[in-house]
């Protein structure tokens, strides 16, 4: 079983820098053909994508963070950074993490990993103006 678990949250002011790491433990079988997204939730409101990143590297990001918000991905860590720069009060949320089967990969790979699609816990990012 793979499991995420994001860490990096707290308390920042507006203008200030968080950095946002999601940390991947267990079964890695499917780790060449996943897709790496952070998500944010308000409560009381849908969650809302933030950023992507995808098997060959390619990013997205909502326009609310972009040019603001960083993803990238250690692979030797299989560890997946969210760098948040010039945090403002309506980036305040928690934070989640999630990985999920891009397609692709050998038979066994497919076998394996097909409807793969873990969430992390979640991070709280609080900021205050």
């Known amino acids: 079983q793979t499991q995420l678990e994001e860490s990096g949250g707290g308390s920042v002011q507006a203008g200030g820098s968080l950095r946002l790491s999601c940390a991947g433990s267990?079964?890695?079988?499917?780790?060449?053909?996943?897709?790496w997204n952070w998500y944010r939730q308000v409560p009381g409101t849908e969650r809302e994508f933030v950023a992507s990143?995808?098997?060959?590297?390619?990013?997205d990001y909502s326009d609310s963070v972009n040019d603001r918000f960083t993803i990238s991905r250690d692979a030797a860590t299989n560890t997946v950074v969210l760098q948040m720069n010039r945090l403002k009060s309506e980036d305040t949320a928690v934070y989640y993490c999630?990985?999920?089967?891009?397609?692709?990969?050998?038979?066994?790979?497919?076998?394996?990993?097909?409807?793969?699609?873990?969430w992390g816990q979640g991070t709280q990012v609080t900021v205050s103006s």
């Open positions: 999630n990985a999920k089967y891009a397609g692709g990969g050998g038979l066994y790979v497919r076998q394996r990993c097909l409807g793969f699609d873990r």
């Open positions: 267990g079964d890695w079988t499917c780790i060449s053909v996943l897709n």
């Open positions: 990143m995808t098997t060959d590297g390619r990013t």
